[in-house]
């Protein structure tokens, strides 16, 4: 199939929800997804006492945070923005499919759970595109590291609520008026489950990590060390969440095809 007949990266005009993903398209989303956690990972390692390479780490934190900023703005504009914004060539296929279950698109609670999806992956491309702020701060020569460690801290809480959104999206499930949880719904796409789980702890490790790198906190070699320790985790989780996509687009079908 042509590339202009298959999943475009910014625009598209197929009636169809959800639409195919095709694999130049999930190519491009995982090759993203997997430099972000790559480079948050080895620039990670800049920040430990003994290496010190902070020009390094803030170039790979800058391209990392691109890298996933890339990966959540063609996941959010594809597919996951239709009920949220900008989707009226879906709507027919999206409320005959998607919708059976919502209330009245003309109330407000019925706007809201179409919109929902769309917000929590828009959720997650706003702390990507923090990150990137961040992450331009760590730049030595720019003279705002805490500036830049504010901000991340920031980025932090932002991945880590949209995460925590996901997840509870997925097992949380509504009996009438009646919601209860559900692990079991977590097997139903275990690697997307994967996915979502990993890039919460590396948000919330790097939450942590940010903290321990604020001047008050971060007042000697051995402080430096720990913070970094956290760092490190979390890029690893990144890392590991990237895998799990790797699983999902690329040996399982558990995505719109």
Request: glycine share 8%.
């Amino acid at each position: 199939m042509p590339i202009s007949e298959s999943t475009p990266l910014f625009s598209n005009k197929n009636l169809k929800y959800p639409s195919p993903l095709s694999l130049y398209w999930r190519i491009f989303h995982w090759s993203n997804y997997i430099l972000g956690g790559v480079s948050f990972a080895v620039g990670s390692y800049q920040y430990f006492p003994a290496v010190s390479n902070y020009d390094l780490g803030a170039f790979l934190f800058t391209l990392g945070s691109v890298g996933f900023a890339l990966a959540d703005g063609t996941e959010w504009w594809t597919n996951n923005r239709v009920g949220c914004f900008y989707y009226s060539d879906f709507e027919d296929s999206f409320e005959r499919d998607a919708c059976t279950n919502y209330a009245s698109s003309d109330t407000l609670f019925g706007k809201y759970q179409r919109a929902e999806n769309g917000l929590n992956f828009f959720f997650s491309l706003i702390g990507s595109i923090i990150y990137v702020v961040g992450s331009v701060l760590f730049i030595p020569q720019l003279n705002s590291i805490v500036t830049g460690i504010q901000i991340f801290i920031v980025g932090s809480v932002v991945i880590v609520l949209s995460q925590s959104w996901k997840l509870w999206r997925i097992v949380a499930v509504k009996d009438g008026s009646s919601v209860y949880i559900k692990w079991k719904m977590l097997l139903l796409d275990s690697p997307g489950s994967f996915v979502d789980s990993f890039a919460l702890l590396g948000g919330i490790f790097y939450l942590i990590g940010s903290v321990l790198f604020l001047p008050q906190y971060d007042t000697s070699d051995d402080a430096t060390f720990i913070a970094a320790v956290w760092f490190q985790v979390g890029g690893l989780l990144f890392f590991f969440s990237g895998l799990a996509l790797g699983v999902r687009f690329f040996f399982t079908e558990n995505y719109p095809h």
